[in-house]
């Protein structure tokens, strides 16, 4: 390219002052003296805007990742890290003032993608237009650039107005062009619409619902990415109801369902939509049900995927059995296999499905508090908790009651044990294993583990004999018993 200076045929820059970190304004005028104009895009001027925290800050200019490599070659304080060169995307790791800051910056360029929506462009073409960059990109508040050193506002799409009337709108004048290059953005598209709670153009969303079927061709690790930020969309910025003053994660959820998108992230999930169940407990469907209880439910990651799948498993179970029992276990194996195959972290899986495996325990709220004290054994004072957290979510998911005395109950029954110090796990004993093998002469190895786990038991009912000499004493009458003999 020989001039690699932006041609600007948008409207007169509106002369709107945005905050700019020290080391952009450093970066900028590095691009200036070499014939460049740095500008800032997408979250983090869009959030300027709206007045809301920033987000994340990406840079964009004519300069090619050559350009760049050569500008900073010499220089001590910015380094060049290639990330996706061949797509012109390079981090810029500047120094200052003894901190380091990392910059992600693209040149300007039209994108070409295969048939099929699959996220990645499969070809670049550099340029010098603002305007041809902007057309690229997903929505017209995300193609919003700032200019650092004439401190205006470059508004190509006509960002702006839509960010005034709180619209979620297609950088494309034609929003098929705009999703059918890359599927992942039905789900931008409800992530947006619920993180600010904007209302989504009619002609996006009908392109969303023609187009839908592209998202089975992004990967499972992005689908997962936009999942999280949806079902935790309504603390991004708390505070901020937008257009709307509803549920964030619901009406993202909605949106999804709306356009068919469900079954592209879980397959089991969506077969859940016409099912009734016993009216004099619920009023929603299946998976308005499941919708619903997720929205209840105090945000946080593994939680809310609990909630939203807690009952998966009821169409199947009723298709097969003719009844929805043991939807609970079933759906535990579900959701695992499910959430597996959208490679959702390990330990998230994990804390969900034992929720769901869960969520049953003390259905008609009898529980002795023995009992609420042993399950919080099993799984755990703080998944105790959370158990709590989603029954409360079940019952007002359910459409009838809005509060639930039993979750209550367990609540109570663990904030007793915390006060009274009983200890959460055999390592809070006030013995271990080596005192018990010293104070009766046993071999170690032996049932050690069994017999720890019995003095928990005590202390879990009864937490003022957590001491060492009343559990050793315990664990010689526990030794007589026939289970501990000599096997």
């Known amino acids: 390219m020989e001039n690699h200076r932006v041609k600007e045929k948008s409207k007169e820059p509106d002369k709107t002052v945005i905050p700019v970190p020290e080391h952009i304004k450093h ?23 709206l007045s809301l925290p920033p987000s994340d800050l990406d840079a964009a200019s004519a300069a090619t990742p050559n350009d760049l490599t050569a500008m900073f070659e010499s220089s001590d304080t910015v380094s060049v890290v290639a990330k996706a060169p061949d797509f012109g995307t390079v981090e810029l790791v500047v120094k200052d003032a003894g901190k380091r800051y990392t910059v992600e910056h693209t040149t300007f360029r039209k994108d070409f993608y295969h048939e099929g929506g699959s996220h990645r462009p499969s070809a670049v073409a550099f340029t ?53 290059d890359d599927g992942l953005r039905i789900m931008r598209m409800a992530r947006f619409a619920c993180e600010l709670n904007f209302k989504i153009a009619p002609d996006l969303f009908k392109a969303a619902c023609r187009y839908v ?21 309504d603390i991004k910025y708390q505070g901020y109801n937008g257009a709307f003053n509803v549920s964030k994660p619901k009406r993202g ?9 469900l079954k ?14 016993n009216k004099e407990y619920h009023i929603h469907d299946v998976l308005g049900h499941n919708i619903n209880t997720m929205a209840n439910t105090t945000p946080g990651y ?39 195959a959208l490679r959702t972290p390990k330990p998230v899986i994990e804390h969900t499905c034992l929720l769901i495996k ?53 609540i109570r029954v663990v904030n007793e044990m915390k006060d009274a110090g009983v200890p959460e796990t055999v390592r809070g004993l006030a013995v271990n294993g080596d ?21 928990h038991d005590i202390t879990l009912q009864n937490p003022k004999q957590n001491t060492r000499e009343t559990l050793i004493r315990h664990a010689k009458k526990i030794i007589k018993e026939s289970e501990f003999k000599d096997d």
């Open 27 to 49: 970066l900028s005028a590095v691009f200036l003296r070499n014939g460049f104009t740095l500008y800032l895009v997408g979250g983090f001027v869009r959030n300027a805007l």
């Open 128 to 180: 010098d237009s603002l305007e041809q960059d902007a057309l690229r990109r997903d929505f017209t508040i995300n193609g919003i650039y700032y200019d650092i050193e004439k401190q205006a506002v470059i508004d190509p799409l006509g960002g702006v107005e839509d960010l005034k009337t709180m619209t979620i709108r297609a950088a494309q004048k034609d929003p098929e062009k705009t999703l059918a």
């Open 213 to 233: 079927h592209y998202l089975a061709d992004i990967t499972p690790d992005r689908k997962q990415t936009e999942l999280k930020k949806i079902l935790l969309s």
């Open 253 to 261: 959820l909605i949106i999804l369902m709306a356009a068919g998108a």
């Open 264 to 277: 592209y992230i879980f397959p089991v999930l969506d077969e859940g939509s016409g099912v009734m169940q």
């Open 302 to 340: 593994a939680l809310r995927l609990a909630g939203l799948l807690h009952d998966a498993a009821k169409p199947q179970q009723l298709k097969t059995t003719g009844k929805m029992y043991q939807h609970d276990t079933v759906g535990s194996d579900m959701a695992r296999k499910m959430l597996t």
């Open 358 to 410: 869960n969520h049953m325990f003390d259905l008609e709220g009898k529980a002795k508090d023995s009992t609420i004290r042993k399950k919080a054994k099993q799984i755990g004072f703080d998944h105790m908790m959370e158990l709590a957290d989603l029954r409360r979510a079940d019952v007002i998911g359910s459409g009838i009651e809005t509060e639930s005395p039993t979750s209550d109950n367990w």
């Open 435 to 455: 005192d018990l093998m010293d104070a009766m002469n046993i071999p170690e190895g032996w049932k050690i583990g069994r017999l720890l786990d019995r003095l």
